[in-house]
């Protein structure tokens, strides 16, 4: 059997001490803080350390942030739309799996988004944002049908809409027998 020894285990090295630490700065640095850092205050006898009291802003104030928050979930989609234009170029216009995937989406996000457009912009409703709230919520269904409009672009491109004259959706007319055709000099 072996004895069991009773040391205690080695010190935690020193940048384990350093890092529970506050930092501190040293006492002959020319560069200064920079903007918005609040060092800690010095420890005089008897000051405690205080936060210094925030103004609470006005239901105008917090109405307005309410408004321009809205405005940016508003626009979210626009901005997106370059970046979906060039997806949709490099998927190409044959039918394979990744493009027509693309096109599930550009029509599934922007239908989900406007079929949930009050629960989209509750949190930024209170009494007095509603009125404003109506203009920022038919940019965002203008918005979303742009992306929407991007999507029936790009089965146009793809040839799924039946816009021409196509033969597998039996649209075309009547084909004339070549017995019975005559040729167009002669018209």
Same mark, same amino acid.
């Given at each position: 059997?072996? @004895?069991?020894?009773?040391?205690?285990?080695?010190?935690?090295?020193?940048?384990?001490?350093?890092?529970?630490s506050a930092p501190s700065k040293p006492k002959s640095s020319s560069i200064p803080d920079p903007p918005g850092f609040a060092s800690a205050p010095k420890n005089t006898k008897g000051a405690?350390? %205080?936060?210094?009291?925030?103004? %609470?802003?006005?239901?105008?104030?917090?109405?307005?942030?309410?408004?321009?928050? @809205?405005?940016?979930?508003?626009?979210?989609?626009?901005? %997106?739309?370059?970046?979906?234009?060039?997806?949709?170029?490099?998927?190409?216009?044959?039918? %394979?799996?990744?493009?027509? *995937?693309?096109?599930?989406?550009? *029509?599934?996000?922007?239908?989900?988004?406007?079929?949930?457009?009050?629960?989209? *912009?509750?949190?930024?409703?209170?009494?007095?944002?509603?009125?404003?709230?109506?203009?920022?919520?038919?940019?965002?269904?203008?918005?979303?049908?742009?992306?929407?409009?991007?999507?029936?672009?790009?089965?146009?491109?793809?040839?799924?809409?039946?816009?021409?004259?196509?033969?597998?959706?039996?649209?075309?007319?009547?084909?004339?027998?070549?017995?019975?055709?005559?040729?167009?000099?002669?018209?």
């Amino acid at each position: 059997m072996s @004895a069991k020894s009773t040391t205690s285990p080695p010190p935690p090295p020193k940048w384990v001490l350093d890092l529970a630490s506050a930092p501190s700065k040293p006492k002959s640095s020319s560069i200064p803080d920079p903007p918005g850092f609040a060092s800690a205050p010095k420890n005089t006898k008897g000051a405690s350390k %205080q936060a210094p009291v925030r103004k %609470q802003p006005t239901t105008e104030e917090t109405d307005t942030l309410k408004v321009k928050k @809205a405005w940016e979930v508003a626009l979210a989609p626009a901005k %997106q739309l370059p970046m979906n234009a060039i997806g949709m170029y490099m998927t190409g216009n044959s039918l %394979q799996i990744f493009s027509i *995937f693309m096109v599930f989406t550009l *029509f599934k996000n922007p239908i989900t988004a406007i079929l949930s457009l009050p629960s989209a *912009f509750a949190r930024f409703e209170t009494p007095g944002t509603k009125d404003r709230l109506l203009m920022v919520k038919a940019a965002y269904v203008v918005c979303n049908l742009m992306v929407l409009a991007l999507g029936v672009w790009k089965v146009g491109q793809m040839g799924l809409l039946p816009t021409e004259r196509s033969d597998w959706l039996g649209w075309e007319a009547e084909r004339v027998a070549l017995e019975r055709a005559r040729p167009a000099w002669d018209l």
